[in-house]
């Protein structure tokens, strides 16, 4: 059985649907701070499978204990954390102690159980953004600008000492560049909950004028139309390739780091417009200041993935763009 921690949020959720086609039985265990517990029904409306599902914190200990005594876990995919980035800063205290206790608990309780194989929610957030594009695996880390970001850096420390003091165990770090989309069926996609900060989900607010108008934080940027560049990533590619990780973590031993991104940087403008163009609409934005923290362009280098985990990303920026919406549309017409 497949241990997938925060199994009910964006990426997590989508993960399970393809460890269930992939014939993995999945326990998820999530508190539902971000998340809907209905996740659990769609899975099933997806898949036709059942997953075992248990509300609670990672944090705890104690659960996490239990948890383990009665199923039978092979392996640990760990996606539960919290992530947003301006919160972080204005809550530090909270976000370090959620995202790193509970990742010492798994590990420890994993220790506990003789659990050997580990695959980590990473970000692409732990490169020095001082760094020169595309980042491979070997660019520079840290300098984070923000304390998400330094929680995901310091938890890939902590798995990597874990890792050079145990040879039996086997760990994979993931690091996501910018995941958007949703399934095709349009029941799971990305549901922050509050104002969202993210770009794909404020443009489908505004597709559906639940918001009245996008800020482009900034024009001014050293790219060819002044907006910055992200490497976006279907979240279906990305789920798929936690399948792959799956295996390979289960076929080598240590800690290795790979980039999950389609290697490829689109502008914030070009979003905008494949967006309108793929679902013949417009979107109201507007060109404001930038935003602190942000760097002008940010993308992969997939090489590792590729040739380690025969990870190749198959879905377009059209598709990322189509099922978002087609996600915000079935959910969200009703104004809810
Ligand atoms: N953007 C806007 N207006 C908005 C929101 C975003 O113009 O209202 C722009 C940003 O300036 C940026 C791009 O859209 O250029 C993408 O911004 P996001 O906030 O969607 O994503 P980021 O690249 O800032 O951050 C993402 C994840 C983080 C992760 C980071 C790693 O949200 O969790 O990638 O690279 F740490």
Not at 100 to 110: E, F, G, K, R
Not at 129 to 138: H, I, R
Not at 229 to 244: C, G, K, P, Q
Request: overall charge neutral.
């Amino acid at each position: 059985m497949i241990l997938v921690t925060g199994g009910t949020g964006f990426i997590g959720s989508h993960t399970c649907v393809q460890l269930i086609k992939a014939g993995y039985d999945v326990l998820v265990i999530d508190d539902l701070s971000n998340s809907h517990e209905d996740v659990v029904n769609r899975i099933k409306l997806i898949t036709g499978k059942k997953i075992e599902f248990i509300k609670g914190n990672v944090c705890d200990y104690n659960l996490l204990t239990d948890v383990f005594r009665k199923y039978k876990i092979d392996s640990v995919i760990h996606f539960a954390g919290y992530k947003a980035v301006g919160e972080s800063v204005n809550k530090p205290l909270i976000y370090y102690k959620n995202n790193i206790d509970s990742t010492l608990n798994l590990l420890t309780v994993m220790r506990n159980f003789n659990v050997t194989s580990f695959i980590f929610s990473s970000s692409a957030t732990v490169y020095a953004p001082t760094g020169k594009v595309p980042f491979s695996e070997l660019s520079e880390l840290g300098k984070c600008s923000n304390p998400y970001g330094w929680t995901k850096y310091m938890n890939e420390e902590i798995i990597q000492s874990y890792c050079n003091s145990n040879s039996d165990f086997s760990a994979v770090l993931l690091r996501y560049f910018n995941p958007v989309g949703a399934h095709e069926s349009g029941y799971l996609g990305e549901d922050p909950q509050g104002i969202p900060n993210n770009l794909m989900p404020l443009i489908c607010r505004v597709s559906l004028n639940i918001i009245n108008e996008l800020t482009v934080f900034g024009n001014d940027y050293d790219t060819e139309d002044g907006t910055c560049i992200r490497d976006y990533i279907h979240v279906m590619d990305l789920a798929n390739a936690h399948i792959l990780a799956l295996k390979y973590v289960n076929g080598h031993k240590g800690c290795k780091a790979f980039n999950i991104g389609t290697g490829k940087g689109t502008s914030v403008l070009e979003m905008i417009k494949t967006f309108e163009d793929v679902n013949k609409l417009k979107i109201n934005y507007k060109i404001g200041k930038r935003r602190a923290g942000d760097v002008a362009k940010l993308y992969a280098d997939c090489t590792k993935a590729k040739k380690e985990l025969s990870f190749t990303p198959v879905y377009t920026l059209s598709d990322m763009c189509l099922h978002s919406y087609n996600y915000m549309k079935l959910n969200y017409m009703k104004g809810v």
